[in-house]
C-alpha cells in the first residue's frame, strides 16, 4: 500500500493556527478511527502528538488537536510557537496485514 | 524512567546481516506489543514489524517478510530484529518503539543507523 498523502510543507507566524492534512483512502484512514500524530526535531525521534484521531497523550500541549473527515485527517497547531518548528508525520492503521501506514511528512516552518 | 536504547547497527554488505537490539527498562515490558520503525536518510518513517506481548505473534511489511525476523526476550527486557539479505534499499535509521495498538507508538529509542553499501 502507497503511504498516505500529506503536503511538504506548511508555515505560519507566532500565534497564527495552522493545519496539516494526511489523506489516505477508506482502507486506511477512512476505515478506522485509529490516526496518530508524531513530531520529529532535527537528529531526535519520533514524539506521540495525537493518537486514535484526537486524543493527546498526557503531557501535549492542547495547542495541538486532531480531526478527522472521511478518508482524510488534519493536525491543527494553535497559538503556534517558534519550538513547533518540526517535521509531522501522520500514521493509520490500515488493517491486520498492512498494519501501519504513514505519511510522507510535513515540515512546519514558524515564519 | 521509561527507556528504550537500541543497539547493533552499523555498515554491512548487500547481502549481509546484521541484528538489532532494544533494551527496555523503567515499564513492564511483557504487557506490550512491540515495533520497529525505520527512517531512511532524508526521508519519512517506515513501520517494518511488530511482535505481540508474548510473542505468539508477528507482522511484517511486505518489503522485509523473509528477510527480517522480530523477536523478544521477556526475560531480559529485550527486543530484537534479525535482518538477513541486506539490501541497500534497507539503510535507515531502525527505532525501537512501544506500540499501543492499532496506531501509536508512544516511547521511542533514539535509534541505530544501518548502512547497507559495498
Known amino acids: 500500500q502507497s503511504a498516505l498523502t500529506q503536503p511538504a510543507s506548511v508555515s505560519g507566524s507566532p500565534g497564527q493556527s495552522i493545519t496539516i492534512s494526511c489523506t489516505g483512502t477508506s482502507s486506511d484512514v477512512g476505515g478506522y478511527n485509529y490516526v496518530s500524530w508524531y513530531q520529529q526535531h532535527p537528529g531526535k525521534a519520533p514524539k506521540l502528538m495525537i493518537y486514535?484521531?484526537?486524543k493527546r497523550p498526557s503531557g501535549v500541549s492542547n495547542r495541538f488537536s486532531g480531526s478527522k473527515s472521511g478518508n482524510t485527517a488534519s493536525l491543527t497547531i494553535s497559538g503556534l510557537q517558534a519550538e513547533d518548528e518540526a517535521d509531522y508525520y501522520c500514521?493509520?492503521?490500515?488493517?491486520?496485514?498492512?498494519?501501519?501506514?504513514f505519511g510522507g511528512g510535513t515540515k512546519v516552518t514558524v515564519l | 524512567e521509561v527507556q528504550l536504547v537500541e543497539s547493533g547497527g552499523g555498515l554491512v554488505q548487500p547481502g549481509g546481516s546484521l541484528r538489532l537490539s532494544c533494551a527496555a527498562s523503567g515499564f513492564t515490558f511483557n504487557t506490550y506489543w512491540m515495533s520497529w520503525v525505520r527512517q531512511a536518510p532524508g526521508k519519512g518513517l517506515e513501520w517494518v514489524a511488530n511482535?505481540?506481548?508474548?510473542?505468539?505473534?508477528?507482522y511484517y511489511v511486505d518489503s522485509v517478510k523473509g528477510r527480517f525476523t522480530i523477536s523478544r526476550d521477556n526475560a531480559k527486557n529485550s527486543l530484537y530484529l534479525q535482518m538477513n539479505s541486506l539490501r541497500v534499499e534497507d539503510t535507515a535509521m531502525y527505532y525501537c518503539?512501544?506500540?499501543?495498538?492499532?496506531?501509536?507508538?508512544?516511547?521511542w529509542g533514539q535509534g541505530t543507523m544501518v548502512t547497507v553499501s559495498s
Open positions: 518503539a512501544r506500540d499501543l495498538g492499532y496506531d501509536s507508538f508512544d516511547v
Open positions: 511482535i505481540k506481548e508474548d510473542g505468539s505473534e508477528r
Open positions: 486514535d484521531v484526537n
Open positions: 500514521c493509520s492503521f490500515a488493517g491486520s496485514r498492512t498494519f501501519d501506514l
